[in-house]
């Protein structure tokens, strides 16, 4: 049996190594009678990353790597990543150990009893606490919103059996968000709460415009509420600016030569109505922008080189698996990678 560690990277120079050197001694000690596969998908860093990975994969050919020709997003990215992977399961984890590795073997043990997908949930965070708040908003808005179940405070970080993969790569989804079709199309499912780690280092390349992509990507692709709020407001201020406007007209042909409007209902007329259209076309256009991007079904990922990728078995795992002197192997090559960096 293989297990696939898929790792999506960007910027991760000072974690690349030390991830992979933590994963593998948590498949000699707990899990020793899996074969493993890591791969990592590296989205085009500007950083030292892709040549710490190369080492990686020059010393243990286990360790794959695919390097994209450029930054393609944070969802494309892991959700092309998955659907290359070749194991009987694959474990989707950031690089910045946010994602604790020691849950790996438990994971599986999920796996092991039936459940096809198991799922990390956030329970708390050391992140900051602000930050999580305003998450977990979200998430209860976008849930209660939603026509679709939505997992709160999932962020990707799970297993996947095989059965499943074999879904994400039929879906052909230009513009996939995995944490809305895991929750939509996934089958029986284990959450297993856990609290998330600060990151161990480097800096995180998330923003507000990455975040703001994300939260409208899910609202677009999983609710309908927008489209139907933007309606009924449209509607009920229609009807009130009619009624308003024969009411000045009837008082006006009643009162003609008495009766003067007043700039004010004017300048309060045209601000509140020209707030309201442009709110919506903007909401609109958030839709319209999702929809253009499914209909151009552009590539999700277009690959620069792949290091390590030929036909996977059991037998020829084996052959491949590191000794027991495989972390001691991995640690050199950090430190001297670490060195050349100080020089």
């Avoid at 976008?142 to 026509?147: A, E, R, T, W």
């Avoid at 059996?161 to 996939?176: A, E, G, M, Q, T």
């Avoid at 856990?194 to 609710?223: H, I, P, V």
């Avoid at 009643?254 to 509140?272: D, Q, Y």
Wanted: proline content about 4%; glycine content about 6%; aromatic content about 12%.
């Amino acid at each position: 049996m293989i297990i696939s560690i898929l790792i999506p990277t960007f910027n991760e120079e000072e974690n690349v190594i030390p991830l992979s050197n933590e994963i593998i001694r948590v498949f000699e000690e707990q899990l020793p009678n899996y074969n493993y596969e890591i791969v990592f998908i590296d989205n085009c860093s500007v950083d030292g990353t892709r040549e710490n990975i190369s080492r990686l994969c020059n010393q243990n050919a286990n360790i794959k790597a695919i390097f994209n020709a450029k930054n393609f997003g944070q969802f494309n990215s892991p959700y092309y990543g998955l659907c290359q992977t070749e194991g009987d399961c694959t474990i989707l984890m950031c690089a910045d150990f946010q994602d604790p590795v020691d849950m790996i073997p438990e994971f599986v043990h999920e796996w092991e009893k039936g459940y096809k997908i198991v799922c990390g949930i956030k329970t708390s965070s050391k992140e900051n606490s602000m930050m999580y708040f305003l998450r977990s908003c979200y998430y209860k808005l976008i849930k209660k919103l939603s026509d679709v179940e939505q997992i709160e405070h999932f962020t990707g970080f799970g297993l996947y059996d095989k059965s499943f993969i074999d879904v994400l790569r039929n879906l052909n989804d230009p513009s996939p968000f995995l944490r809305g079709i895991v929750a939509e199309l996934g089958p029986s499912r284990k959450d297993i709460p856990y609290e998330q780690a600060k990151r161990r280092a480097g800096k995180t390349s998330n923003n507000f415009y990455k975040l703001y992509d994300a939260a409208m990507l899910s609202f677009t692709s999983y609710t309908k509420i927008g489209m139907r709020l933007a309606t009924m407001v449209g509607f009920t201020f229609a009807v009130l600016s009619l009624i308003v406007g024969l009411v000045y007209f009837i008082y006006k042909l009643v009162n003609w030569n008495n009766f003067s409007t007043g700039i004010a209902p004017l300048i309060i007329g045209v601000f509140v109505i020209g707030s309201l259209q442009l709110f919506f076309i903007g909401l609109l256009g958030e839709y319209i922008l999702n929809i253009n991007t499914r209909v151009t079904n552009r590539p999700l990922v277009i690959e620069e080189k792949r290091l390590n990728f030929s036909p996977l078995t059991d037998e020829n795992m084996k052959s491949n698996t590191c000794d027991k002197g495989s972390t001691e192997i991995l640690d050199s090559v950090y430190q001297a990678s670490m060195n050349s960096t100080i020089k």
